[in-house]
């Protein structure tokens, strides 16, 4: 990791270090100690393909998976000592988008976007209005106060999903799969849109995807998860001219061999074995 | 020796279960009496809308069902009543099987379908759409956010749908006590209140209130209990209304027998 410093000369203080963690369900293991940190004001993309635990590490991140093992530390906090009005300030001071939105249904989207503001200050309504209608514009969706979630298209629910997780000025603000399921052209308003939040906000961004394109649009630096180890690290264009086999395999997109044995399938499957393939 | 193995894990799997609901009914009063303590608002106006779906919209139904339930019960009664040549203690039977018993259970069981497989099927999918994972992310308690409006709700909407369930199956009860056993509806009325002490009806309230406690916390726990993809969803609704109607008539069976012991010991 300190040969990854060096790498960025002017690196900042880090928002989010990640030593060693472990995560578990049940017997079998997601990720198998995996360190890095996200500096201040970056944006760092988990690349990594489908059941790869960037998402489990992202969640653990947010708070929502428990480590077996090893150390979170979000800005300088330690996770796993947090008390319980520690996590409550920390999560105030987080946002977090879901893959699906995660909006609430039976409310709308400017009840969405107001919640955390009606539970977490004294605002009064007309204040909490102003700041919800602020929020929706900062996404492109001024005038949607009213609608409900169900009668928004995607990518209009992922920018509503951004307006809450903004709505109380998040210094760390963490995306799962923001361009998933979108066609390409609503996918790169939502790039454009997160480049416009980190550009006007300077927030601490992670990202989760395997949308590759999306990824090198937005990144700063990234991450290649495999088979819940990190394999690679570094910016765009070190991750272009890595030579690493399975960044090569990742980037070029080359599907996987077919499993000569039963066993290296049920290998993949269940995760246990974590071999760096060169 | 599997057998033994078996019967353990079940034992072992219904006491973790029992555990569960237990530690979600102390988790839901905590955040509901936390919430008074802490001067912050309950949330009334969503404890006001649950109470809107679980009460007054089960009115009509419940009223057909509890009068045709007070009518089974007078002809049922009238059969034996008859042989013996006391067709007038109808009102008593209709009114005492109705108060102590069949009000509270026929609303339990009715409130069950309506209610308790709506709370499980509104949390599972929630939880499947990731929705309770973002209430924890911005710092709220699914508990206090989601479970103590519908505890409220039941707490107040359970008794009062089994006034109204014990008012009905004493009209339908009345219906065939004013046809066929010679009463008018005023001496049927006046017969009904002769039979019925106070605790005849506290008894039933008693009941309906711990029916309510079940219902919720099993249809909440069912909810968060939810696996992965929409037909856990439909897993979760029906393991709600099986386990509930099996532990209402549980609570049914534990609170009679305190109530007969506690008056006959």
């Known amino acids: 990791m300190n040969e990854q410093r060096k790498m960025v000369p002017d690196a900042k203080p880090e928002a989010i270090e990640v030593r060693n963690l472990r995560v578990a369900y049940g017997d079998r293991e997601i990720l198998h100690g995996v360190s890095f940190e996200v500096r201040t004001g970056e944006t760092m993309v988990i690349l990594g393909g489908s059941g ?24 300088g906090e330690d996770l796993q000592t947090l008390s319980r009005g520690g996590w409550h300030e920390l999560r105030t001071r987080m946002g977090i988008s879901f893959q699906s939105g995660a909006l609430f249904g039976s409310m709308t989207v400017g009840e969405n976007v107001a919640l955390p503001l009606r539970e977490h200050t004294k605002l009064d309504e007309s204040t909490i209005d102003i700041m919800v209608r602020l929020k929706l514009e900062q996404v492109g969706l001024r005038g949607y106060e009213d609608y409900f979630p169900a009668q928004l298209s995607g990518g209009m629910k992922k920018r509503a999903a951004v307006a809450r997780a903004m709505a109380m000025d998040p210094e760390i603000l963490l995306f799962d799969e923001p361009s998933a399921g979108l066609d390409p052209i609503i996918a790169a308003g939502v790039d454009e849109l997160l480049l416009k939040l980190k550009e006007a906000f300077k927030i601490t961004i992670v990202v989760v995807t395997h949308e590759l394109a999306s990824a090198f649009l937005i990144a700063d630096r990234m991450i290649l998860v495999d088979k819940g180890c990190i394999v690679a690290v570094g910016t765009p264009a070190e991750m272009k001219a890595s030579t690493q086999p399975r960044v090569r395999q990742f980037l070029d997109r080359v599907p996987e061999q077919e499993m000569a044995q039963e066993m290296d399938y049920l290998q993949i499957l269940t995760g246990d074995v974590v071999p760096l393939r060169r | ?23 979600l009914a102390g988790g839901t009063t905590r955040a509901m009496f936390g919430e008074l303590f802490r001067e912050r608002k309950l949330p009334f106006g969503r404890a006001i809308h649950q109470g809107m779906a679980v009460g007054v919209k089960a009115l009509p ?54 209610t308790g497989s709506a709370f499980a099927a509104e949390l599972g999918t929630m939880k499947v ?26 707490l107040v909407m359970m008794p009062c749908l089994t006034i109204w369930a014990d008012t009905m199956g004493v009209m339908g009860g009345a219906l065939f006590g004013v046809t066929n056993a010679g009463f008018t509806l005023g001496t049927y009325i006046h017969a009904t209140m002769d039979a019925l002490a106070l605790r005849d009806i506290v008894t039933g309230l008693v009941k309906s209130v711990m029916f ?45 027998m305190l109530f007969y012991f506690g008056v006959t010991g």
């Open chain 1, 52 to 75: 790869s635990g960037k998402s489990t590490l992202l969640r653990t991140l947010a708070g929502l998976e428990q480590p077996s093992g090893g150390e979170i530390r979000i800005r």
């Open chain 2, 1 to 23: 020796m599997g057998l033994t193995r078996t019967i353990g894990a079940a034992t072992v799997d219904g006491l973790a279960y029992l555990g569960g609901l237990t530690r």
């Open chain 2, 61 to 114: 139904i419940l009223s057909l069902i509890s009068f045709f339930v007070g009518m089974i019960l007078a002809l049922q009664a009238a059969y034996e009543l008859r042989r013996l040549g006391a067709l007038q203690f109808v009102a008593s039977a209709v009114a005492i099987s109705v108060t102590r018993e069949l009000g509270p259970l026929m609303t339990a069981i009715l409130v069950i379908g309506r």
């Open chain 2, 129 to 154: 759409n990731e929705e309770i994972d973002a209430l924890e992310t911005m710092a709220l308690d699914p508990v206090r956010f989601l479970v103590v409006p519908k505890f409220i709700a039941m």
């Open chain 2, 212 to 256: 309510g406690v079940v219902i919720t916390m099993v249809g909440c726990q069912e909810g968060f209990r939810t696996g992965l993809g929409s037909e856990e969803v439909g897993k979760s609704t029906t393991s709600a209304v099986v386990m509930s109607i099996f532990l209402t008539i549980l609570v049914d069976l534990v609170f009679t």
